[in-house]
């Protein structure tokens, strides 16, 4: 029992018997304790998630022990092409080049094939692999939760975490030009470094009511955006994992600015898809499990983004990160600015961004951008991919 300052002469005159609950007043879902790692700077729980991304964007669907080892011993030139440098030494602990020159002393055999066991198992210990070694729903959020931290610590370190383009303050809407004040104007527009400076040139020793300026406010209207991720085999790789960290990145500076971010993954067909969400964890657990496919089918993914944008937005865009021209369908051209139109007919903008895109590539996608009245940014490292989606973003945003 507990007496506080004055309460000592107080009767009591009943008593209630009360239950003990045992409990943690600690947060407890997955998500929560995957999160928690990342940010704590687990380095298992980080190299475990870089892993099992690696393996998606290398197209690996399930970590099967037996099979990776055989083909890292026994077909080392296609497992180092399948596979990738990366993959080896987070799977292993070894490079590639220490494998490839050890892979045939039957001490070193043995100790790999174990590394590899002992580390399959304890993704699955972690409920982070399944029984066939598929990653799970948790594995992939660890992997978008990394992903994640990676790209915001680049563009941290870049200074680019806030809007630095577009500088408005979303819910008071854009300001113009200081102007003179009117009778209705609300206060909190008064513009008070204009009106004192007014007040100076005229000589005024204090303000008065024809110093006064304020700005007028515009409201902004709402944006959608969907992300249009090229998964096609050209895209296999680095190339795809970079791609990934953009859509992040988007997702990130969309939502937090309260607009809702899509998402369609292609290549010969949509693979996976999101209607526009706040859903930040679900669309990087998503974006995180994307593989690499085979040919790019730009019809399809301009045709399925059609239903995707709500009909009370007022501007819908479609950011697509390609790095090929379509090669999907008996017409792939003739069908892909078929679905532009329909696209251009529903509102939809669509702007690209294109890496390393060859002469007729550039073309068709110049021709997209124009029809839709977006924008074709080209660029020749993928690293920079990221920048050019938010610099789209943010000059969306300011035209919305």
């Not at 198992?121 to 660890?142: C, I, R, Y």
């Not at 915001?152 to 200081?178: E, F, I, M, N």
Request: hydrophobic share 40%; aromatic share 6%.
């Amino acid at each position: 029992m507990v007496f506080f300052d004055g309460d000592s002469n107080t009767e009591l005159k009943s008593w209630e018997k009360i239950e003990e609950t045992q409990g943690s007043l600690a947060t407890q879902s997955e998500e929560d304790k995957l999160m928690r790692s990342v940010l704590q700077n687990d380095k298992q729980s980080i190299d475990d998630g870089k892993l099992l991304e690696q393996g998606a964007s290398q197209g690996i669907n399930a970590f099967v022990p037996s099979a990776l080892f055989e083909n890292m011993v026994q077909r080392y030139a296609a497992a180092k092409q399948l596979y990738g440098e990366r993959l080896f030494r987070l799977l292993t602990g070894y490079s590639g080049a220490y494998i490839d020159r050890n892979k045939k002393i039957p001490e070193f055999k043995k100790e790999l094939r174990r590394q590899i066991q002992a580390r399959v198992d304890k993704l699955k210990e972690k409920g982070l692999l399944d029984a066939q070694g598929v990653p799970t729903t948790q594995g992939f959020t660890l992997a978008g939760l990394v992903l994640c931290a990676e790209e915001l610590d680049k563009l941290s370190a870049q200074g680019l975490t806030g809007d630095y383009v577009s500088k408005r303050v979303s819910h008071l809407g854009d300001a113009s030009w200081p102007r003179q004040f009117h009778k209705g104007d609300a206060y909190r527009d008064l513009a008070l470094r204009a009106s004192v400076r007014s007040a100076i040139r005229r000589s005024h020793s204090e303000l008065q009511p024809s110093d006064l300026r304020s700005v007028s406010r515009e409201a902004k209207g709402s944006l959608s955006v969907v992300y249009g991720l090229d998964a096609s085999a050209s895209m296999k790789g680095e190339k795809l994992a970079i791609a990934k960290k953009a859509g992040i990145a988007l997702a990130y500076r969309a939502i937090s600015r309260k607009n809702k971010v899509g998402l369609i993954v292609f290549g010969s067909d949509v693979k996976h898809e999101l209607v526009p969400t706040t859903d930040f964890v679900h669309l990087i657990r998503t974006i995180a499990s994307v593989s690499a496919g085979q040919q790019t089918n730009f019809a399809t993914l301009i045709q399925r983004s059609v239903s995707f944008f709500p009909a009370d937005a007022d501007k819908k865009l479609l950011i697509v990160l390609t790095d090929a021209l379509p090669t999907s369908g008996s017409s792939p051209e003739a069908e892909t600015l078929h679905a532009v139109s329909i696209a251009k007919s529903a509102g939809i903008v669509i702007s690209i961004v294109g890496i390393k895109l060859d002469k007729e590539g550039k073309a068709l996608a110049e021709h997209i951008a124009a029809m839709t009245d977006g924008r074709l940014y080209t660029v020749s490292s993928p690293a920079d991919a990221d920048i050019v989606v938010l610099e789209e973003y943010d000059a969306a945003v300011r035209c919305s």
